[in-house]
Nanobody
Framework: QVQLVESGGGFVRPGGSLRLSCTFS????????MAWYRQAPGKQRELVAD???????NYRMFAKGRFTISRDNAKKLVSLEMNNLKPEDTAIYYC???????????????WGEGVLVTVSL
């Protein structure tokens, strides 16, 4: 059974920092991208950042310069360091892991249950 467990969310003042972590288990095939998504109240889920197996990263514009995604393949861990947080960063943050298969449909996405980040005065 595949499990993704996120941690590190919480309440922070504007300008503060949080570090989200996601560990996973039960995935038996190679892992491709790992990513963090977020969903703010009343909005669609959106990509925050993703990282390839060799460490190439991709950030949405709102995350560039403030957020850093990293992964530890041996520890089955993906993290998101968030600095200079703003009220508009308030959302549920979801960990995403892409498993690769060698036959159609060639892979599957797994999701964590999400962790709440609240940025407020």
């Amino acid at each position: 059974q595949v499990q993704l467990v996120e941690s590190g969310g919480g309440f922070v003042r504007p300008g503060g920092s949080l570090r989200l972590s996601c560990t996973f288990s039960g995935i038996t095939f190679p892992i491709n991208k790992m990513a963090w998504y977020r969903q703010a109240p009343g909005k669609q889920r959106e990509l925050v950042a993703d990282i390839t197996p060799v460490g190439y990263t991709n950030y949405r514009m709102f995350a560039k310069g403030r957020f850093t995604i990293s992964r530890d393949n041996a520890k089955k861990l993906v993290s998101l360091e968030m600095n200079n947080l703003k009220p508009e960063d308030t959302a549920i943050y979801y960990c995403n892991v892409e498993e690769l298969w060698d036959a159609p449909p060639y892979g599957k996405d797994y999701w964590g249950e999400g962790v709440l980040v609240t940025v407020s005065l």
